[in-house]
């Protein structure tokens, strides 16, 4: 088995897109015709965005929806950057909700912003 997609359920499939763009420069890898469901090329692994009628078409269960105005979810998605502050301004300057400013803990220099949709994304120079 091997992991394939992590898909995050948003109000605006299309808008979610251009944020995560705006804010950290990746592109759409795909989109549906009906703008339900799209990915991002962030390399190997996908990052995809689907509205909530979407997943609500394929499972019957309720879930509990990201929203910036809400506590974050349990989770976190880790990009790596070569410039910490400019990546964290370009973020914050995009609408990314600024959390935790650029800093260093031992060897590891990370900021932490919250994405339009809610989600949290900690941002990781090497």
Known sequence: ????TN??????????????????GFITFS???NAEYGELDTGN???AFANHPYAQAHFKQGYIRAHPKQPAL????????N???ESYDKAVLAGAEP??????KESLHYAYVRATEG???????L
């Open 83 to 85: 410039n910490l502050s």
């Open 7 to 24: 898909v995050i359920y948003v109000d605006n499939v299309e808008e979610t897109l251009d944020f995560y763009y705006q804010a950290f």
């Open 31 to 33: 989109l549906s015709d």
């Open 99 to 104: 959390l935790c400013p650029p800093c260093q």
């Open 45 to 47: 692994v996908k990052i």
């Open 74 to 81: 349990g989770f976190e998605l880790r990009f790596t950057c």
């Open 1 to 4: 088995m091997q992991f394939m």
């Open 119 to 125: 989600t949290l994304i900690c941002l990781v120079q």
